[in-house]
């Protein structure tokens, strides 16, 4: 189930980005499907969710995140639980180019 509404990068470093999901918030649910929806990504090293904050931190092996497809896998992800996102914005800060170029 897409989640809609304000979400930000609110940190980042090589290996790991924490995002704000305000509808994160006391849905337990949706951080399960959070944390499925990312499950098996490569590069992907873990997905921790926090409903009290709407945090969702990923951490990931900058070598291999956007390696083996380009960061597709995680771009299509990413669009289809936080479609208010910007992903483009979270591909370029893990070093890859943003969709179309």
């Known amino acids: 189930m897409p989640i809609r509404g304000e979400i ?4 980042f470093l090589p290996g790991r980005v924490r ?3 305000a509808a994160l918030k006391g849905q337990p649910q949706l951080a399960q499907e959070i944390q499925a929806a990312f499950d098996g990504l490569p590069g992907l090293t873990g997905i921790r969710t926090n409903t009290a ?3 969702v931190l990923i951490t990931y092996d900058p ?3 956007l390696a083996e497809d380009g960061g597709e896998r ?3 992800v990413l669009q ?3 479609p208010d996102l ?3 914005q979270v591909i370029r800060a893990l070093g890859g180019s943003p969709q179309g170029r």
């Not at 930000?8 to 940190?11: L, S, T, Y």
């Open 8 to 11: 930000r990068i609110v940190h």
């Open 19 to 21: 995002l704000r999901v």
């Open 53 to 55: 904050t709407g945090s």
């Open 63 to 65: 070598h291999r995140i």
């Open 74 to 76: 995680l771009r299509t």
């Open 80 to 82: 289809q639980q936080l």
């Open 86 to 88: 910007d992903v483009d």
